[in-house]
C-alpha cells in the first residue's frame, strides 16, 4: 500500500504548462549542482550526492563529477526534467549515463523509467529499463518493460535481453516517437564503445497522438538495490527540430537550434540548405 500511496502521489504531481520545443530540452551534468533531482532532502526518497570523477574508483565519462544515487525502502530519486508537458511535441529523447559493473553482488539492480504524459495532464504510461544481477547465472542484465516491481527482477534472461560484458559508462536512452498515429518507445542501451547493444520497443495502438498523448512525464529510479548505490551523469531531454529549409533559419544564430542534423556553425547550416534539393530557393525539388 505505501508503494502504491507513492506511486499515485508522484502521478498526481501538477502538470508545467506546456513549453514549446525551443524551451523544452533539459541537460544536468552535475558539474555544479543536483537541480532538478529529488530525493528525502526534498520530501521524496532515496539519496542524491554530487561527488567528484574518481569517487569508488570511478571517473566521469566527461567533466569533474558525477551524482551518486541511492535508494531506501520505499524508492529512489526521480527528476521532472524542465516540468510535465501535455503536449505533443514531436520526436523526443531522453537519456542518462549508468555506470554498470558485473562484479555487484548477486540480487541487485535497478529500474529506471522515463514515463509519458496524456494529452489530459494526466500520467499515460512509463517505459522502464531493468538492470539485475542475477541470482541463478550470475550475469548482470537489462530488458524494459512497462512496469516495475519495485525489486530486482530474476527472471530478465527470459526476456528480450542483454548481458553487460564489461564495466563502464552505458547510456540508457528512451526515444519517444509517433508509429502509425500511436507512441512508440524505443529504450536503446549504448555501450561504452558508442554502439547500441539493446533496443526494446514498446507499442500500444491505444495511446494514441496527438489525442491521448502528450509530452515528457518524469524520470525515475522506482528503487536502487545496490550496497553503494549507483553513479549517474548526463541527464538530458531532446526534442527533435526539423531541418531548415531555408538560410534564414540559419541566421542570428538560429543554427543553434537544429538537432538532426545538428550544426557547427551558420556556415554549416548554410551548406546543409544549399545541398538539400527540398529547400525553399533551390531548383531540385
Known amino acids: 500500500m505505501k508503494k502504491l500511496l507513492m506511486t499515485m502521489a508522484?502521478?498526481?504531481?501538477?502538470?508545467?504548462?506546456a513549453q514549446a520545443a525551443a524551451t523544452m530540452p533539459w541537460q544536468q551534468d552535475f558539474e555544479s549542482d543536483t537541480a532538478g533531482w529529488y530525493d528525502a532532502n526534498s520530501s521524496w526518497y532515496g539519496l542524491v550526492t554530487?561527488?567528484?570523477?574518481?569517487?569508488?574508483?570511478?571517473?566521469?565519462?566527461?567533466?569533474?563529477?558525477?551524482?551518486?544515487?541511492?535508494?531506501?525502502?520505499?524508492?529512489?530519486?526521480?527528476?521532472?526534467?524542465?516540468g510535465y508537458s501535455n503536449e505533443w511535441p514531436g520526436t523526443w529523447t531522453a537519456q542518462i549515463d549508468i555506470y554498470l559493473d558485473p562484479s555487484w553482488d548477486n540480487g541487485t539492480g535497478f529500474d529506471y523509467s522515463v514515463a509519458a504524459?496524456?494529452?489530459d495532464g494526466n500520467h499515460q504510461r512509463d517505459y522502464i529499463f531493468h538492470v539485475t544481477k542475477d541470482s541463478s547465472t550470475s550475469k548482470l542484465y537489462v530488458a524494459g518493460s512497462n512496469n516495475s516491481n519495485?525489486?530486482?527482477?530474476e527472471d530478465l534472461e527470459n526476456l528480450n535481453h542483454y548481458e553487460i560484458p564489461q564495466a563502464g559508462w552505458y547510456t540508457f536512452r528512451h526515444?519517444?516517437?509517433?508509429?502509425?498515429?500511436?507512441?512508440?518507445?524505443?529504450l536503446t542501451l549504448i555501450n561504452p564503445q558508442g554502439l547500441v547493444v539493446f533496443t526494446e520497443t514498446r507499442f500500444n495502438p491505444a495511446d494514441t497522438i496527438p489525442f491521448e498523448v502528450?509530452?515528457?512525464r518524469y524520470a525515475w529510479f522506482t528503487f536502487i538495490d545496490a550496497e553503494h548505490g549507483i553513479a549517474v551523469d548526463n541527464h538530458a531531454l531532446m526534442v527533435r527540430v526539423a531541418p531548415p529549409v531555408t538560410k534564414d533559419q540559419c541566421k542570428e544564430d538560429a543554427?543553434?537550434?537544429?538537432?538532426?542534423?545538428?550544426?557547427?556553425?551558420?556556415?554549416?547550416?548554410?551548406?546543409?540548405?544549399?545541398?538539400n534539393a527540398k529547400a525553399i530557393g533551390n531548383k531540385a525539388k
Do not use: H
Request: hydrophobic share 35%.
Open 10 to 17: 508522484l502521478f498526481a504531481m501538477a502538470v508545467a504548462p
Open 50 to 82: 554530487r561527488v567528484t570523477s574518481g569517487t569508488d574508483g570511478i571517473f566521469s565519462p566527461d567533466g569533474g563529477y558525477y551524482a551518486k544515487m541511492e535508494g531506501d525502502e520505499a524508492s529512489a530519486p526521480f527528476s521532472r526534467f524542465a
Open 117 to 119: 504524459t496524456g494529452s
Open 150 to 153: 519495485f525489486a530486482p527482477r
Open 175 to 186: 526515444t519517444f516517437r509517433e508509429q502509425a498515429g500511436a507512441l512508440a518507445v524505443d
Open 214 to 216: 502528450g509530452g515528457n
Open 255 to 275: 543554427w543553434k537550434n537544429f538537432n538532426d542534423p545538428g550544426f557547427k556553425n551558420q556556415g554549416d547550416c548554410v551548406s546543409y540548405v544549399q545541398s
